[in-house]
């Protein structure tokens, strides 16, 4: 990142909100209430802003409402299971916090934070910024490029690690613009996204690399071996596309919110 252009932190709460609250478990008030979540968020929150330095910052939520992603696959993250009763006792709190903590606190009806984080993400690069993508997951590796990074914890809250574009190729196999492709091939258990039966992640990223894309691949689907991986795959089309559809965080929503207006000016 360059030292000249001004940094915008996108914080994807309740995804870190989520891998906090199982990194730091039994942590309760002397009257019983759980706060592990609220201490692991403000954590790493903080340490963010210790370590990196941005001159911006928000925090993006996923709206209560039902996305169009469940409207377009029913059982789109419905092998989770309920959400803990100490977690959702910390949501309301954790909001607060951050709203003392002077952070804006993004939502859109009918999309998810990644949603949330991608349009921002794009629009702040566009407008001057570099941007660092804060989350508890991989989904917003296809966000990376030359002005975007992202910061994920790798265990408990402190031990994070930064994914730039070689960052990104060395872990996956694929460049972070082939990243939505390989989870129409591979899936994504955590969010129940199907991909194509039988492809793991060793034969999506040969597959990504050898055709480039997954229309690539269909496209030249004979010259698929072994026949195995090519019957997987013939079996498993219209699962991909579909994969591929859910994977795909949607950049061009509208968000009637500005990253000029995000100057961090410190805690209330």
Known sequence: MSDQRPVLALVDGYSLLFRAFFA??????????????????????????????????????????????????????????????????????????????????????????DDVVGALAKRAAEEGYDVLIVTGDND?????????????????????????????????GVRPDQMVDYKALTGDTSDNIPGVKGIGEKTASKLIVEFETLDGIYE?????????????????????????????????IPIDSDPKLWALEGPD
Request: proline share 7%; hydrophobic share 40%; charged share 30%.
């Open 24 to 113: 730091i478990p039994g942590l309760r008030t002397t009257d019983g209430r759980p706060t592990n979540a609220l201490y692991g968020f403000a954590s790493m929150v903080l340490n963010l802003l210790e370590n990196y330095h941005p001159t911006a910052a928000a925090v993006c939520w996923d709206a209560p409402a039902a996305t169009f992603r469940h409207v377009q696959f029913e059982a789109y993250k419905a092998q989770r299971p309920d959400t803990p009763d100490d977690l959702k006792a910390q949501v309301e709190p954790v909001r607060r916090m951050i709203d003392a903590l002077g952070l804006p606190l993004v939502e859109a009806p009918g999309f998810e934070a």
């Open 140 to 172: 917003a590796m296809q966000l990376v490029n030359d002005r975007v990074k992202v910061v994920t914890t790798r265990r408990g809250v402190s031990d994070v690690v930064i994914y730039d574009t070689p960052a990104v190729i060395e872990r996956y």
């Open 220 to 252: 030249n689907l004979e010259k698929v071996q072994p026949e195995r991986i090519r019957r997987l795959l013939e079996e498993g089309r219209e699962s991909a596309w579909q994969s591929r559809d859910l994977a795909r965080i949607r950049c061009d």
